[in-house]
């Protein structure tokens, strides 16, 4: 196995603090290093290679020395093309190495760290004719993919430019949650299910990704973004692609992704007239939550008093093929709602004739959770007799979540990522016409924003569900909110 240096530019910023290092420590401990691994931290910030050490594991309490013999630092300035000749001469003292590029830097990084790595052959991967080993050269790269359809157009033609699209990893970290993986087991490694999973048998799929916080400290960043760019033309599309895909023929990255980018290209397009009644956006206002009186966005630090950037989104989008014309899928997200959690809800139709009573509480439709944070698993729920005399029907929930299941964890998305870029596996990767498809689906919603500059932005009190407004896209029915444990959650989880 190739000798492998992990170069992280920002590797003194927050992310590889708190996620990748971290991560990193797991693969470590739990023997998934396959041969000799080092990690070379790259910033502005001034560190040597101890007190880099010392900042990085600050907040650990389990510490190996034997790891962190294994961290260095470089001080260079990424946005500097000089300063690549002090990178390229620190990683030759490691010797012939792979290379792997984990860019955890502001996006605007993203094209003028690959351009300096070829100008100083950083990107050519090395074969020894002697041994016959391929050191590669590999790059990861964070969301957001673009900010929008020409920009991310623009980024693949530069990253094409440097890298073959194999040696490209776009890293979404849901894709690396257990949860979201055993989408695609329970789909296609069941027969129960993939009989039914079609426009015949569901009526509806309603996908949630909310947090219980505001956006901190991070206002001078995310008002250039707003909740479409940070979570919907990203993580919940995926989401719907994993539930919505074809089963490949074969299990593997060629075959996955191409079904992947089917559902992208099977998107139905927004007419412009329909953008306000299929795309609801909401801001945070000022409220009281517990007691303790909460900023709205506007207050927020970084953020102008008069921002139009929104903090919640709830979209109807349809898709155009022959498993799902007429099913409509539901995305919602937001900050300062009343709990952090990520859940797909799949609703079943009705049964055709309605033979028993049923109690108030109970819903006339099957529905299927996906729980993918917190407290990962999935439950079923059935219509089942109460006990006693009559045929009084009640929804019961058949639950499996992994923390109850002996003798299996769920690792940390971000290991399990890594882990694969180290070996080169592509599958959960995004890759580059995947991202151009799913921007030219989005790009209809943030152009009508741009011309139409009074397209309603509702404020909505922080720790509530989103504007009432939201409500208009799922007519006939309600927004499954969703509670904390994931057994609790009967039909609606209220305030």
Not at 119 to 145: C, H, M, Q
Not at 235 to 263: C, D, G, S, Y
Not at 343 to 363: G, M, Y
């Amino acid at each position: 196995m190739e000798k492998q240096i992990i170069v992280i530019f920002g590797g003194s910023g927050d992310l590889a603090k708190r996620k990748l290092m971290p991560a990193l420590y797991n693969l470590y401990k739990s023997k998934s290093f396959k041969g000799d691994v080092s990690i070379l931290g790259v910033g502005r910030t001034a560190f040597t290679d101890k007190s880099y050490r010392d900042h990085i594991t600050s907040d650990w309490d389990d510490k190996d020395e034997n790891f962190t013999k294994r961290i260095f630092y470089l001080s260079i300035d990424p946005a500097n093309n000089i300063d690549y000749k002090l990178l390229k001469e620190r990683l030759e003292l490691f010797g012939p190495s792979g290379y792997l590029f984990y860019l955890a830097t502001p996006p605007s990084l993203y094209e003028t760290i690959p351009l300096n790595l070829r100008e100083v052959g950083l990107n050519r991967e090395i074969i020894d004719k002697e041994t016959g080993i391929t050191y590669s050269r590999r790059i990861i790269i964070e969301k957001p993919f673009g900010y929008d359809l020409s920009s991310a157009l623009k980024m693949n033609a530069t990253l094409n430019r440097v890298f073959d699209e194999r040696q490209i990893f776009r890293i979404d970290h849901y894709l690396g949650k257990e949860t979201v993986q055993n989408i695609l087991a329970l789909r296609f490694a069941n027969s129960i299910f993939e009989p039914i999973w079609n426009r015949h048998y569901i009526d509806r799929v309603e996908i949630t990704a909310v947090e219980n916080m505001g956006i901190g400290s991070r206002g001078g960043f995310y008002d250039g973004v707003g909740a479409l760019r940070d979570m919907a033309q990203n993580h919940l599309i995926q989401l719907l692609a994993l539930v919505a895909m074809e089963p490949p023929v074969t299990f593997n990255h060629q075959e996955f992704r191409e079904e992947i980018v089917k559902v992208y290209k099977s998107l139905k397009p927004l007419e412009k007239d329909e953008v306000e009644s299929r795309a609801v956006r909401g801001q945070y206002i000022e409220s009281e939550k517990k007691g303790v009186k909460t900023n709205g966005y506007r207050q927020e630090s970084g953020v102008p008093s008069d921002s139009y950037t929104e903090t919640f989104l709830a979209m109807k989008i349809n898709i155009s093929n022959w498993r799902w014309e007429g099913v409509p899928f539901y995305l919602r997200t937001g900050k300062q709602m009343p709990t952090k959690v990520t859940e797909i809800v799949v609703h079943f139709k009705s049964t055709p004739h309605r033979l028993f009573s049923c109690r108030e509480d109970c819903p006339e439709q099957n529905q299927l959770i996906i729980r993918i944070q917190p407290n990962e698993g999935m439950v079923l729920k059935l219509d089942m007799k109460i006990p006693g005399s009559g045929f009084s029907v009640k929804q019961f929930p058949m639950e499996f979540t992994y923390d109850k299941l002996a003798g299996y964890s769920t690792d940390d998305a971000y290991s399990r990522l890594i882990e694969d870029c180290l070996n080169g596996d592509v599958t959960l990767f995004t890759r580059n016409d995947a991202v151009e498809w799913s921007w030219k689906y989005f790009d209809a919603i943030l152009e009508h924003w741009r011309e139409n500059p009074k397209t309603p932005l509702y404020g909505y009190p922080a720790g509530s569900w989103g504007p009432l407004e939201s409500e208009q896209i799922i007519k006939g029915n309600k927004w499954t909110n969703p509670c904390k444990n994931l057994t609790n959650t009967d039909i609606y989880c209220e305030l």
